[in-house]
């Protein structure tokens, strides 16, 4: 019987295909490092037994069909899997997987953090400064900024990576915490004393917001110009999320009327675009208190081989025959 064959769309962290060419699978890696572009995917796939994806690739009913029948799973290297029609793989009975593990829930956790630290201590600000040698000497009016300690931090989303965050902020940084989800996390009040909250009343209190939802329908621009109205004007917005989760328009509105004191973005609702719509002639680059980073927070290499020992390991596990280990619902 011939060998399984896999088909993975990008070249990455090498310890999940290892495991997979241990097993005697064949498997091809799309030869260049970008991401593929639509026509070979749909050339590339055909005949795989597994697929194995990224963020980047739309998976849905024609990658489906192109594909074939023997497609046996799809596993998404990614927390997230708003790229796979979940609907069109249930039809098909093909299982889709997803790569959470602790380690991409530290990795994210600690970028939110550096993400919130940069914005309250204007670090990004201060390193253009000093490497523009406009520093003259110490001044006590020279880029201050703000302390996270004893700051109320509200996390939208109490999963795995929301708690990874609620641990450095009340042991690390002595803030208190304020969440909200469709469900109370009671490990997180006993835990962290975390005050369990409406979004309303949340955005009111907190003096950072932090994103940790994934993009579903009910999430798609969930921070709009009503709830930037209920947040302080001197609160940060960090997202590591998913970038439709925050209405991008609305949030360079918040910023050009200073609606609220800066944001921490690492996702774009138009991704790879930073900016959806520049017609307006506003731009989030353009702004010193927004600090931007390209969708880099799981981007660690500890998180980076988990994540590919993940993906492998669902493949394995649903090529032999069980079931998947982290089906995507
Ligand atoms: C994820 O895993 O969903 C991240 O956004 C990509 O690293």
Same mark, same amino acid.
């Given at each position: 019987m011939p060998q399984p064959n896999i088909y993975v769309t990008r070249r990455f962290a090498d310890s999940g295909i290892k495991a997979l060419k241990a097993k005697g699978y064949k498997v091809t890696v799309y030869?260049?490092? #970008?991401?593929?572009?639509r026509k070979e995917l749909l050339k590339n796939v055909k005949g795989c037994d597994a697929l194995l994806s990224l963020l980047t690739d739309q998976i849905d009913e024609e990658v489906f069909k192109a594909a074939g029948p023997q497609l046996k799973i799809v596993a998404n290297y990614a927390v997230g899997f708003d790229n796979v029609d979940l609907a069109a793989a249930k039809k098909r009975n093909i299982p889709v997987t997803n790569t959470p593990s602790d380690k991409v829930n530290e990795a994210v956790a600690e970028h939110t953090f550096a993400l919130m630290l940069c914005l309250a201590r204007r670090i990004a600000e201060a390193d253009v400064f000093a490497k523009a040698k406009k520093y003259q000497g110490w001044s006590p009016n020279l880029l201050n900024g703000t302390d996270l300690y004893g700051k109320t931090l509200g996390i939208i989303g109490a999963g795995r990576i929301g708690s990874a965050v609620a641990r450095r902020a009340v042991g690390g940084f002595g803030m208190k915490l304020v969440y909200s989800d469709m469900r109370q996390n009671v490990d997180l009040e006993r835990l962290y004393k975390a005050q369990y909250m409406s979004m309303e009343k949340l955005l009111e209190t907190s003096d950072f917001v932090s994103l940790h939802v994934p993009l579903l329908p009910s999430t798609r621009?969930?921070?709009?110009t009503s709830e930037f109205s209920m947040m302080k004007k001197t609160a940060f917005l960090v997202n590591t999320?998913?970038?439709?989760?925050?209405d991008e328009k609305a949030l360079l509105r918040a910023l050009k009327t200073k609606r609220i004191a800066g944001a921490g973005i690492?996702? !774009?609702?138009c991704e790879p675009a930073i900016d959806c719509d520049v017609t307006d002639n506003?731009?989030? #680059?353009? !702004?010193?208190?927004v600090i931007l980073t390209p969708?880099?927070?799981?981007?660690?290499i500890e998180a980076r081989e988990a994540m590919s020992m993940v993906a492998a390991e669902n493949i394995l596990a649903v090529l032999s025959g069980k079931p998947p280990l982290n089906p995507a619902k």
């Amino acid at each position: 019987m011939p060998q399984p064959n896999i088909y993975v769309t990008r070249r990455f962290a090498d310890s999940g295909i290892k495991a997979l060419k241990a097993k005697g699978y064949k498997v091809t890696v799309y030869a260049e490092d #970008k991401v593929i572009p639509r026509k070979e995917l749909l050339k590339n796939v055909k005949g795989c037994d597994a697929l194995l994806s990224l963020l980047t690739d739309q998976i849905d009913e024609e990658v489906f069909k192109a594909a074939g029948p023997q497609l046996k799973i799809v596993a998404n290297y990614a927390v997230g899997f708003d790229n796979v029609d979940l609907a069109a793989a249930k039809k098909r009975n093909i299982p889709v997987t997803n790569t959470p593990s602790d380690k991409v829930n530290e990795a994210v956790a600690e970028h939110t953090f550096a993400l919130m630290l940069c914005l309250a201590r204007r670090i990004a600000e201060a390193d253009v400064f000093a490497k523009a040698k406009k520093y003259q000497g110490w001044s006590p009016n020279l880029l201050n900024g703000t302390d996270l300690y004893g700051k109320t931090l509200g996390i939208i989303g109490a999963g795995r990576i929301g708690s990874a965050v609620a641990r450095r902020a009340v042991g690390g940084f002595g803030m208190k915490l304020v969440y909200s989800d469709m469900r109370q996390n009671v490990d997180l009040e006993r835990l962290y004393k975390a005050q369990y909250m409406s979004m309303e009343k949340l955005l009111e209190t907190s003096d950072f917001v932090s994103l940790h939802v994934p993009l579903l329908p009910s999430t798609r621009h969930l921070i709009s110009t009503s709830e930037f109205s209920m947040m302080k004007k001197t609160a940060f917005l960090v997202n590591t999320a998913r970038g439709p989760v925050v209405d991008e328009k609305a949030l360079l509105r918040a910023l050009k009327t200073k609606r609220i004191a800066g944001a921490g973005i690492d996702v !774009f609702e138009c991704e790879p675009a930073i900016d959806c719509d520049v017609t307006d002639n506003l731009e989030l #680059k353009s !702004f010193a208190n927004v600090i931007l980073t390209p969708h880099i927070a799981s981007a660690t290499i500890e998180a980076r081989e988990a994540m590919s020992m993940v993906a492998a390991e669902n493949i394995l596990a649903v090529l032999s025959g069980k079931p998947p280990l982290n089906p995507a619902k």
